[in-house]
């Protein structure tokens, strides 16, 4: 894995100001509807990225908990209206899930391969139920759960208390906007406590942990559902934007892209899984609007340079590279100091 | 009572399909630790190289059973020498380049055959049990199968190759300490692993139209009849399909196929559950 303690509970306040205001400004030169994806995307990312990058846990099934975000949003305002509760279930179900699931396997003393597996076969199991479940029967309260089709034209967000007050456009966008800031601080302030400094005490090593007396099994299960439940706030926000939720929110395929997203950025950094989904993301939305070149050609030929070439991703790559660079400077300063001297020497004698 | 024989049929027939699928990725597993997560797609490239040359021609059973694994397994052998020998060893980041190997061999496939169903006729005709119209053809899928198991097992236990083989599996240091190169036994697995990959997607081409995406459809499949099978290769992989297999048809018929799927990839994670070293790390220990 990557190097101790990367980073972690520095916040850069000045950077993170800087960067705030350019995304709130950012409506001022754009249209506002492919940044909207690009940040939900990212805090998906990031979802994966605290969990995989800090505690050492990869789920290939990450998306289980973006769907069910989705699915629950969709659900639960249909059947309540008013979009503040659905967007609280729609954190919190996810949560209770990766909770259950997380509990089953880390008490289990389940990791790498199994884990998994157990992760890819329970989304697996969500996609095969969901795209089943077309027909009348299938129906939660006075939503139809419309199997392969989903389900389209759900109330989407409101001002809260207010449900004729809908909210689109830019207003969305900086609805999002601060769902990930927002996520981004609470990462932060998780890296920062003892919880935190635990995780990644475990990601180094998990047996050096127990034997210290930290309960691994429990903070493995706490931060895997915190992450599931940031997921599941990245889904809910996705189908607000899509306005449709369908089965393919539990693919395969969105599993792998967010493990992309994450390796690309930047493993072991919080801002290295945003600038991967961004990045990545506006490449896919580019070769979407063209038909010579296969979408998924590239992703993989991506992943797989990657892989090999710089394991630890771009984000820590470039800081070590920049720690090179100003070793280097350090280095010819101090050559060119000595020389210095040492001419002056010379001219004294 | 034909009821019952047609659902004994369809039971041995969901066994053979999963032992088929699995058979490489077991080899490959099972010897190096290497999962695989380009397995489908290898699968699935057998079955284009096996439509394609049916189409070119040649007679379909020399397409599925020696041109299908010859083309996959030269495949395999440059997948093995650009790629996961680099990351012996490192077994996340073996599985996300091959996630990206799969990917890009999705797009590859979508690049040269389009993103259509492709299919050949099956070369069996049906026939009737009572009431029942039943394919000829999955009786040969389970004596393909069949063979291919008890082929792998005698390879495995009476030759050399075999002593070689299960001996890197156990201790790759102690082999090489006897002279044998390890990476060469590698090179040569990995080969022969995607050559099986090649023979199940040739043998199943028949079955069902061909997609680009199709390796999707086995890849979780022989996923978790590997992995919950354990390290042993053939008894391993024959037990978990035997039991996938059965589950899975049972609640079919009882159900829906839906549910029958279902059903199977839960006993999947109750299994892995309780034996987190795979059936084989618990039972029969000492088969091969």
Known sequence: MTGSGFGVGRIRWNWFAAFAALLVLLPLVSETNTPTLLAIWALFALSLGLMWGYAGILSFGHAAYFGLGAYTYAIASFNIGESTVPLLLAVLVPMVFAAIIGAMMFYGRISDVYLGVITLVVTLILNRFMNATAGDAYRIGNARLGGFNGIPAFPILNVPGEPD?????????YVVIACLLGSYLLARLILGSKF?????????NEARMELLGYNVPALKTAIFAICGGLGGLA??????????????????????????????????????????????????????MQTSIDNSLVLGAILILVVLLIPSGFAPAFVAWRGRLLQLQAYRRHARRSTRRRLHLKEAE | MDYIAVVLLEILYMIAFLALISAGLAIVFGMMRVINLAHGEFVMLGGYATIASSKAGINIYVAMLLIAPIVVGAVGLLVERLIVRFLYGRM??????????????????????????????????????????????????????????????????????????????????????LGHNPRTIYMLTFTVGAALSGLAGGVLAPLTGLLPSSGGAYIAKAFITVITGGASVVAGTLTTAGLFGTVNQVVSFASTPVVGEIAMLALAIVLLRLMPQGVTGRFFRNST
């Open chain 1, 235 to 288: 889904g809910a926000l996705f189908a607000n934007w899509a306005e449709i939720v369908t089965p393919s929110v539990f693919s395969l395929g969105q599993s792998a892209e967010v493990i992309i997203w994450v390796i690309v950025g930047g493993l072991g950094t919080l801002v290295g899984p945003m600038i991967g989904a961004v990045l990545l993301g506006m490449l896919k939305i580019a070769l979407g």
């Open chain 1, 196 to 204: 935190g400094r635990a995780l990644v005490g475990i990601r180094e």
């Open chain 1, 165 to 173: 007050v809908q909210i689109f456009g830019t207003p969305y966008y």
């Open chain 2, 92 to 177: 996340i980041d073996t599985m996300l380049a091959t996630w990206g190997l799969s990917l890009l061999l999705t797009g590859l496939v979508t690049l040269i055959f389009g993103n259509t169903a492709v299919s050949v006729p099956a070369p069996i005709p049906g026939y009737q049990i009572g009431r029942y119209q039943m394919g000829g053809y999955n009786l040969f899928i389970i004596a393909v199968t069949a063979l291919l198991l008890l082929g792998m097992w005698m390879v495995l236990r009476y030759t050399r190759v075999g002593l070689i083989a299960r001996g890197a599996m156990l201790g790759a240091d102690i082999v090489s300490a």
